[in-house]
T-cell receptor, first 111, second 114 residues
Framework: KQEVTQIPAALSVPEGENLVLNCSFT??????LQWFRQDPGKGLTSLLL?????REQTSGRLNASLDKSSGRSTLYIAASQPGDSATYLC??????????FGKGTKLSVKP | NAGVTQTPKFRVLKTGQSMTLLCAQD?????MYWYRQDPGMGLRLIHY???????AKGEVPDGYNVSRLKKQNFLLGLESAAPSQTSVYFC?????????????FGPGTRLTVL
């Protein structure tokens, strides 16, 4: 069964800390891996996409890595800010383009 | 560009009623998807389409039908709503090329079935 696990389910950190969100998946034949942010009551905002041939992608304070052999991805957030508070979702893409989602990590950054 | 839009944003139905959710995208994407998001379950794929006139079942298709008569629109229908279909529904679109498939999501439709 295709599964995505995100650890931890919730995380609370003080402002300014660097943090890592973890994602593991069971399918090694992935096409890509995408990280999203979801604010309460809102839709999903794409943060980073890593193609299967890539190892990492960076956007501003965000860095995502992909290790297909171990079935893991990490999202690194540098110098966290209260505005980073949201739920972060990891999803990998299959051959038909559909995404398999994890349940998310709820991040709270305290001022 | 509006990206992906969904109508309506909210809806309350009684058991047995029918309704159609509309998704529209202006990015000329070939692929479109319908997901539902439930607490503790994450997002799950209902149906998807790889092009105009085509549809396919996802992980949880029962109780739903879809149509893709125009490339920019993807409709999700509930013929006889049940309380188990209370959820937030998200539409997404993408183009798939050489392993690149970034999906863009709409704002969601919050549906309550009484």
């Amino acid at each position: 069964k295709q599964e995505v696990t995100q650890i931890p389910a919730a995380l609370s950190v003080p402002e300014g800390e660097n943090l890592v969100l973890n994602c593991s998946f069971t399918d090694s034949a992935i096409y890509n891996l995408q990280w999203f942010r979801q604010d309460p009551g809102k839709g999903l905002t794409s943060l980073l996409l890593i193609q299967s041939s890539q190892r990492e992608q960076t956007s501003g304070r965000l860095n995502a890595s992909l290790d297909k052999s171990s079935g893991r991805s990490t999202l690194y957030i540098a110098a966290s800010q209260p505005g980073d508070s949201a739920t972060y979702l990891c999803a990998y893409g299959g051959s038909q383009g559909n995404l398999i989602f994890g349940k998310g990590t709820k991040l709270s950054v305290k001022p | 560009n509006a990206g992906v839009t969904q109508t309506p944003k909210f809806r309350v139905l009684k058991t047995g009623q029918s309704m159609t959710l509309l998704c529209a995208q202006d990015m000329n994407h070939e692929y479109m998807y319908w997901y539902r998001q439930d607490p503790g379950m994450g997002l799950r794929l209902i149906h998807y389409s790889v092009g105009e006139g085509t549809t396919a079942k996802g992980e949880v298709p029962d109780g739903y039908n879809v149509s893709r008569l125009k490339k920019q629109n993807f409709l999700l229908g509930l013929e006889s709503a049940a309380p188990s279909q209370t959820s937030v529904y998200f539409c997404a679109s993408s183009f798939l090329q050489g392993g690149y498939n970034e999906q863009f999501f709409g704002p969601g439709t919050r549906l309550t079935v009484l």
